[in-house]
């Protein structure tokens, strides 16, 4: 059972071209923590302002830890989340599997 976070972003207008690489550099060093399974990056094709975050970890506590770290911190809430309209972020755990 995997633990999934879906962030959906609406940047400001024109400032796509500066969060998409912030996010690409986050990207990356968060698919090499512990416990991170998946970190993929997506813009819209109709409308380049809207970027949604697949982010899949081990755990809830893996998700909480890379919350806590230095790059999160300094990327996502100091360079990304000033540059945008809207933020949500949909936090997900598997529903058990129930036979028809």
């Given amino acids: 059972m995997t633990y999934v976070v879906v962030a959906r972003y609406r940047t400001?207008?024109?400032?796509?071209?500066?969060?998409?690489?912030?996010?690409?550099?986050?990207?990356a060093a968060s698919r090499r923590e512990?416990?991170?399974?998946?970190?993929?990056?997506?813009?819209?094709?109709?409308?380049?302002?809207?970027?949604?975050?697949?982010?899949e970890y081990a755990t809830e506590a893996d998700f909480t830890a890379h919350c806590?770290?230095?790059?999160?911190?300094?990327?996502?809430?100091?360079?990304v989340v000033p540059l945008l309209e809207s933020r949500d972020v949909l936090r997900c755990a598997p529903r058990e599997e129930v036979g028809a």
């Fill in 12 to 27: 400001r207008p024109g400032e796509q071209d500066t969060v998409l690489p912030l996010l690409d550099t986050m990207a």
């Fill in 68 to 79: 806590a770290t230095p790059h999160f911190q300094e990327i996502v809430l100091g360079k």
């Fill in 34 to 55: 512990p416990g991170n399974l998946g970190y993929r990056v997506h813009q819209g094709t109709e409308d380049p302002q809207a970027i949604v975050l697949y982010e």
